[in-house]
């Protein structure tokens, strides 16, 4: 009820209603290009490379929900904004892997825009190489036809795609609310739902499901989302007290506050790594076009023995164990590349900041790095147990036609709806108070 009272408030001031006009008109763009198909594709063949859903549960799944189902089209933006993402990861571990890096992005907004432009040449050159990756993988699987200048043609389009959609998004995130690259894959993942329950729906007044499987399937999704706004909300907090000291002719510090430690530190990408790694073998033996005898037994012992033990959703407790550990494994190790306790720590001895009962440098950098141990040992196991809710809620309900019960798509829309909704509860109480002053 707070948040469509916040919406109903936010839609009567004009300039707030015409952020929110734009955001919606970006939106109408996006979808109306996704459904402007390529063309010399193989329609059947394409469907059977996802398995007949458009879920995460393959590589090609995974790609088509960051294309907001575009993909599975084969639309003019069937590479989605995934180049971007991808281009702002290596940024990311670039920055920390490499000192130059580091110290650009403490710059201030100077460094921010560097380092934005570079992400964007990076896009540029991810979407060509994506583009013609996918390109060849379809040419190989018999679901697109044509030469070598239509595949060119084809690549320049969906590479081109992938630009108009950056720049759609930054202008969203300009004169509309929230993020907008964010935005454009939350509505792709929400545009798929009101089919879903139609389809729902439908088999439920043709009696091909029960009632008591549609209501335990809400009790899944409810549940879910209850626990993704605790976990994502959820933070430790620890006390630091500022040391006073004085600048200039003025008395500074003095004050107490606190450091925050978010429980999932790490976001959605342990499972997007995840999902990458578990895939990774079966997808490039499927689409290497060699008959070599060597190759043919690689080729079969990864599809006899490594998918079937690996593949998330395979029918079998060890590939779900094993992609459990993965999505575990990468929590930990997304949240070391990210959060460095030791800058933390040098940055509170900085500006005078102490824990308290801890003394300042290294025993306060080997304290947060416990403290970050134990909390993100609690959001790992969050994050595989949802990983796992996909495959685990259609064989406990019997419904297979809501793919939005968990994993990786259900963590973004509620992680953007949140940001979005904290956005617009940022300026209505920048307008009362801007009121309260005048």
Known sequence: ????????????????RQRMLFMLWGFLIFIIGRHIPLAQVNRAALENLFGGSGGSENLFGMLNMFSGGALKQFSIFALGVMPYINASIMMQLMTVAMPQLKKLAQEGEHGRKVMAAWTRWMTVGLAFAQGFGLTQMLRSA???????GSQLGIVMAVAAGTMFLLWLGEQITDKGIGNGVSLIIFIGIMVSMPGEVMQTLLLLREGSISVFSVLLLAVFVVGTIMGIIFIQQGERQIRVQYARRVVGTRMMGGASTYLPMKVNQAGVMPIIFAISV???????????????????????????????????GAPMLVSLTFY?????????????????????ADNLKKYGGQIKGIRAGSET??????????????????????????YLVPHITGVTTIGLVGGTS??????????????????LLMRHYKGFIG
Request: charged content about 15%; hydrophobic content about 55%; proline content about 7%.
């Open 278 to 312: 578990a895939l990774f073998p079966r997808t490039i033996v499927t689409f290497i076009p060699s008959q070599a005898p060597w190759f043919l037994a690689l080729k079969g012992f990864v599809d006899t023995w490594l998918t079937p033990n690996s593949r998330p």
């Open 1 to 16: 009820m707070k948040m469509i009272s916040q919406l109903q408030e936010a839609a009567k001031l004009p300039d707030l």
């Open 410 to 427: 259900l963590l973004i829309v509620i992680g953007v709806a949140m940001e979005t909704m904290q956005q617009i509860e940022a300026h």
């Open 365 to 390: 950098a080997r304290y947060i790095d416990r403290v970050l141990t134990r909390i993100t040992f609690a959001g790992a196991l969050f994050l595989g147990i949802l990983a796992l809710l996909p």
């Open 324 to 344: 459990f550990i993965l999505v575990v494994a990468f929590t930990f190790f997304y949240t070391a590349v990210t959060y460095d306790p030791v800058d933390v």
């Open 142 to 148: 018999g679901a697109l036809s044509g030469g070598v």
